[in-house]
T-cell receptor, first 117, second 112 residues
Framework: SAVISQKPSRDICQRGTSLTIQCQVD?????MFWYRQQPGQSLTLIAT?????????ESGFVIDKFPISRPNLTFSTLTVSNLSPEDSSIYLC??????????????FGEGSRLTVL | GNSVTQMEGPVTLSEEAFLTINCTYT??????LFWYVQYPGEGLQLLLK?????DKGSNKGFEATYRKETTSFHLEKGSVQVSDSAVYFC???????????FGSGTKLNVKP
């Protein structure tokens, strides 16, 4: 299992600014994922962050808008840059403690609710 | 491509009522299917899973059967409790568990 802490839990930001979300895991994990959940919609994968390499972004998400850091096996940050009201969402950090094995169990943080004015 | 569609909520039931939350999927290959649950103020957590056709996942009184012929994975519980009030997400992963696709979530409210 894994316990994930996300900060901040919520924030209200002005358009044009940036917000950095932190994700701390209580154990070392290879794969960390960042998801976005827009109001009334499903979770959408933004990117996969592996330690020691560049994050892999999904279609529709770019590094300039969502830069990610992964300095070690227990920590990652997601920055949402140049904020606009359309970025208002819940951002979720997730880890897979046994990638490639028959577990399929993701562990999630509580999410960071962002409101852009 | 891969996608998951689940019934919209909220679903409101009285305690001890029967619950069904519908979930259908579109996938290439041989996906695994999951139900995740998010209780108020908590992160998503795995409720149950099924990795191949006709498998039944079960946990905490909840069940779901992987139906390949109808591409469905409906969640059921015979008698819900107030403590089951949460948001339920249907999801699938590719055969390597490298990528997950989630439905939009269904909020369940159980009244005493």
């Amino acid at each position: 299992s894994a316990v994930i802490s996300q900060k901040p839990s919520r924030d209200i930001c002005q358009r044009g600014t940036s917000l950095t979300i932190q994700c701390q895991v209580d154990s070392q994990v290879t794969m960390m994922f960042w998801y976005r959940q827009q109001p009334g919609q499903s979770l959408t994968l933004i990117a996969t962050a592996n330690q020691g390499s560049e994050a892999t972004y999904e279609s529709g998400f770019v590094i300039d808008k969502f830069p990610i850091s992964r300095p070690n096996l227990t920590f990652s940050t997601l920055t949402v840059s140049n904020l606009s009201p359309e970025d208002s969402s819940i951002y979720l950090c997730s880890v897979d403690t046994k990638p490639g094995l028959d577990t399929g169990e993701l562990f999630f943080g509580e999410g960071s609710r962002l409101t852009v004015l | 491509g891969n996608s998951v569609t689940q019934m919209e909520g909220p679903v409101t039931l009285s305690e001890e009522a029967f619950l069904t939350i519908n979930c259908t999927y579109t996938a290439t290959g041989y996906p695994s299917l999951f139900w995740y649950v998010q209780y108020p103020g908590e992160g998503l957590q795995l409720l149950l899973k099924a990795t191949k056709a006709d498998d039944k996942g079960s946990n905490k009184g909840f069940e779901a059967t992987y139906r390949k012929e109808t591409t469905s994975f409906h969640l059921e519980k015979g008698s819900v409790q107030v403590s089951d009030s949460a948001v339920y997400f249907c999801a699938l992963s590719d055969s390597n568990f490298n990528k997950f696709y989630f439905g939009s979530g269904t909020k369940l409210n159980v009244k005493p």
